[in-house]
């Protein structure tokens, strides 16, 4: 045990990014919260809803170290996967309408070092290649993902599995892995995954499924299947993990099935604060599990906390629902009618929600084109720049770094949403 604590501290502080160092964003929190995105490059302004072509997302993404910004909403279809470069942000907070998604093969972030994806839906559906995963990340490092919606994968929904060094994801749904497989995803990395504040919801199994260095706090996971919620593991390699403050709901789907599954000695749980609510009846009223191996898939009950860096405002079971309920996902400008219906099936605790093989595409938004005037095509509005400062005939101010060390078009898109 005194090697194993020796070991595990070693791993810590070769691995955890530095607390000193710039935010993502205001309320970027956990191991990839010190993302760059595209600080240091240019803006890229999506001008319309192709696949591919000038102005589209596909194109936005292909370089590295830009800052992508929306000037259109609605839905982008797309039939080959998109590539994600390093060192990019895509700022879906900026789109018109209802915002912006994202429908058909999927995504690679594999190598999208230093990326930052805030507002924005992803969803795959069953016109993706058989086996893809909706999100997928096979290595790479420093990325956080916030307030994404995504949706409908044909293997795993958000998956990291590999060589993948510093991610968070937060605020964000994972829901509706298609039949037969529906699963929510692996979340397998030796180096560095937190979970915070997320919607995992009618995905028959790995809500989510757990190796490594990962920390998994104040999330909801709701009508789970068969294949389980939270599966710890089922690994000969060793896990560090802290669960900490989630509340599992089971739905209409989830049968009996336990909260955790398949958990053993190799998977080293510090748990705390989790509740379980199994009754179906309509009412938050859930109890606390308990703090033995028996309540957690028998993994290994640690009974000190990792030193992950973690949410600064931990949060009660109970009141990360109410907060995860009220603002998961693409939230902003607003939730679209998927979303919609899918934190309605949670606010049912237990009557609403069912595993799907086929996704309802009808309920996307409109194309919206209605950008705010940007005189100098720099990304931030006329009326943002005279109120604070900048000249909005000077495109060059856009990239300039303002005395908070983030570039002035980042001041722009933190100040349109709140921090986490």
């Not at 909706?134 to 958000?158: C, L, Q």
């Not at 600064?312 to 979303?339: C, H, I, N, Q, W």
Request: hydrophobic share 35%; net charge negative; aromatic share 10%.
């Amino acid at each position: 045990m005194v090697a194993f604590n020796f070991l595990t501290a070693a791993c810590l502080s070769a691995l955890v990014p530095s607390a000193a160092a710039l935010l993502a964003f205001p309320g970027a929190e956990g191991f990839g919260r010190n993302a760059v995105g595209g600080r240091t490059g240019s803006v890229y302004h999506v001008t319309n809803l192709d696949d591919s072509g000038s102005g589209s997302f596909r194109d936005a993404v292909s370089k590295s170290n830009r800052i992508v910004v929306f000037d259109v909403g609605g839905t982008i279809q797309i039939k080959d996967r998109i590539v994600v470069s390093k060192n990019i942000y895509i700022a879906g907070q900026t789109a018109p309408g209802d915002g912006i998604t994202v429908y058909g093969n999927g995504m690679s972030f594999s190598n999208a070092d230093d990326s930052i994806t805030r507002y924005i839906r992803f969803r795959m559906g069953r016109g993706g290649d058989s086996g893809k995963d909706g999100i997928t990340i096979a290595e790479g490092s420093n990325m956080i993902f916030d307030h994404v919606s995504t949706a409908w994968g044909r293997d795993e929904t958000f998956s990291i599995n590999g060589e993948v060094h510093n991610v968070t994801v937060q605020n964000t749904i994972i829901a509706q892995g298609l039949e037969t497989h529906s699963c929510g995803g692996l979340m397998q990395s030796d180096y560095g995954i937190s979970l915070f504040r997320n919607l995992y919801i009618d995905n028959k199994t790995r809500n989510p499924k757990v190796k490594g260095m990962n920390d998994f706090q104040n999330n909801v996971v709701y009508n789970w299947g068969g294949g389980g919620a939270y599966i710890a593991g089922d690994s000969a390699g060793q896990s560090n993990a802290n669960i900490v403050g989630n509340y599992f709901i089971s739905g209409p789907s989830s049968g009996s099935k336990a909260a955790f599954t398949r958990g053993n000695g190799n998977f080293h749980g510090y748990v705390s604060g989790n509740y379980h609510d199994s009754n179906r009846d309509g009412s938050l009223n859930g109890s606390p599990l308990c703090g033995q191996a028996s309540c957690y898939g028998d993994m290994d009950v640690r009974a000190s906390a990792f030193g992950y860096p973690g949410p600064e405002r931990p949060m009660g079971a109970a009141d990360a629902v109410t907060y995860v309920l009220g603002g998961v996902g693409a939230s902003f400008p607003k939730r679209d009618g998927v979303d919609d219906g899918l934190v309605a099936e949670a606010r049912s605790f237990g009557t609403k929600g069912e595993l799907i093989s086929d996704e309802n595409a009808a309920r996307f938004g409109s194309p919206t084109e209605s950008a705010l005037t940007d005189s100098d095509g720099d990304g931030i509005p006329d009326d943002w720049e005279e109120a604070h400062g900048l000249d909005p005939q000077d495109a060059s101010d856009a990239m300039e770094i303002a005395s908070s060390g983030y570039a002035n078009i980042e001041e722009y898109l933190n100040s349109l949403v709140p921090s986490s």
